[in-house]
């Protein structure tokens, strides 16, 4: 696997990020667009953190983190040519980037890889909201 890293969305970095989010098969509801002017609209929303994906040099999708009902959520996009391991270990470095517990998470019921991907990382599911899934990270005892 090659070097993943996370790292704050740049103006450069636009298009790419677009295009991998385009052609993610992501079922992570609140990371559907309908095109690049209500992708653009979420960006710079106030309350939305983004980060670019990069494999190596390569850009391969989105982590974001934002404001929902008052709870943190945080959801990922990552192209189908990235390797294996990049959703999970992007989900690893988003959630230490996001230090607020309890951290949420919503997929489509039926995206098994998403909801493999969030257990691995300690998420639980949290609640059914019709055809998605809330999971949650809690906090940990220290």
């Known amino acids: ?42 960006v710079r929303r106030s309350d939305v953190t983004v980060y670019t994906i990069a494999q190596g040099d390569r850009v391969t999708g989105i982590g974001a983190a934002m404001d929902v009902d008052g709870d943190r959520e945080i959801l990922l996009a990552v192209a189908p040519d990235a390797d294996a391991d990049a959703p999970t270990e992007a989900l690893r470095q988003l959630t230490v980037r996001e230090a607020e517990r309890p951290l949420y998470a919503c997929v489509s019921a039926d995206d098994r890889p998403a909801h493999e991907m969030l257990a691995r990382i300690g998420f639980v599911e949290h609640e059914r909201d019709g055809a998605d899934v809330v999971y949650v990270l809690p906090p940990t005892l220290e």
Request: proline share 5%; aromatic share 12%; net charge negative.
């Open 1 to 42: 696997m090659s070097h993943i890293e996370l790292h704050p969305l740049s103006d450069d970095e636009r298009d790419a990020v677009y295009d991998a989010v385009r052609a993610s098969s992501s079922a992570w509801p609140r990371g559907v667009f309908d095109d690049r002017d209500s992708f653009e609209t979420w």
